[in-house]
């Protein structure tokens, strides 16, 4: 069955370190993986999404992931975080099915410490 | 672009009404939209698959005589909580799929729903 892990529930950074949220996925076929962020009082949002070619795809806010395919990871990263930034995300996998339904991971919270 | 309304953002109902809930694509058209429920602290749990035009799909669980969902234009998705009970309560999301691309939904910014 397909699904998706994220396994850190809760990660604080401090301002300016650099970020990574791991997101392990399992799927017959190939992929296609997304990471969204919702912040507080407002809707998800789509950060970047992966469908095939490059394997580092770059999306909004300075965040990239890579598809890792022998690790059956698309982990998030960003260089530098920013206070902002603090939010919970979300990484899903569309299914290869009409509607191509999302199943999504449980979510990690990040906390961004001044 | 791919921008999705909710409304309304916030509803108080009493035990025992329903309230209707509006989801709209405002830039674009949407043949597909989707449903969810989201409690606090917990990832976005799917209820259901609305497709204009078509009855609605519902996942496993979820009650389809009690959560009305209808898609009559393809920038339009209701949702009605029909005898709405406490445990209804919750935070309602719905998303809109992009046609033509390969998964990718677009969220509204949802609605909390308060039954008292």
């Known amino acids: 069955a397909q699904s998706v892990t994220q396994p850190d529930i809760h990660i604080t950074v401090s301002e300016g370190a650099s970020l990574e949220l791991r997101c392990n996925y399992s799927?017959?076929?190939?992929?296609?993986l997304f990471w969204y962020v919702q912040s507080p009082g407002q809707g998800l949002q789509l950060l970047l999404k992966?469908?095939?070619?490059d394997t580092l795809v770059q999306g909004i806010k300075g965040f990239e992931a890579e598809f890792k395919r022998s690790q059956s990871s698309f982990n998030l990263r960003k260089p530098s975080v920013h206070w902002s930034d603090a939010a919970e995300y979300f990484c899903a996998v569309a299914n290869a099915g009409n509607n191509r339904k999302l199943i999504w991971g449980l979510g990690t919270s990040l906390a961004v410490n001044p | 672009g791919a921008v999705v309304s909710q409304h309304p953002s916030w509803v108080i109902c009493k035990s025992g009404t329903s309230v209707k809930i509006e989801c709209r694509s405002l830039?674009?058209?949407?043949?597909?939209m989707f449903w969810y429920r989201q409690f606090p602290k917990q990832s976005l749990m799917l209820m259901a698959t609305?497709?204009?035009?078509?009855?609605?799909?519902?996942e496993q669980g979820v009650e389809k005589d009690k959560f009305l969902i209808n898609h009559a234009s393809l920038t339009l998705s209701t949702l009605t909580v029909t005898s709405a009970h406490p445990e209804d309560s919750s935070f309602y999301i719905c998303s809109a799929r992009v046609e033509g691309t390969s998964g990718e939904q677009y969220f509204g910014p949802g609605t909390r729903l308060t039954v008292t």
């Open positions: 609305s497709n204009e035009g078509s009855k609605a799909t519902y």
């Open positions: 992966y469908f095939s070619g």
């Open positions: 799927y017959g076929a190939t992929p296609y």
């Open positions: 830039d674009f058209q949407a043949t597909t």
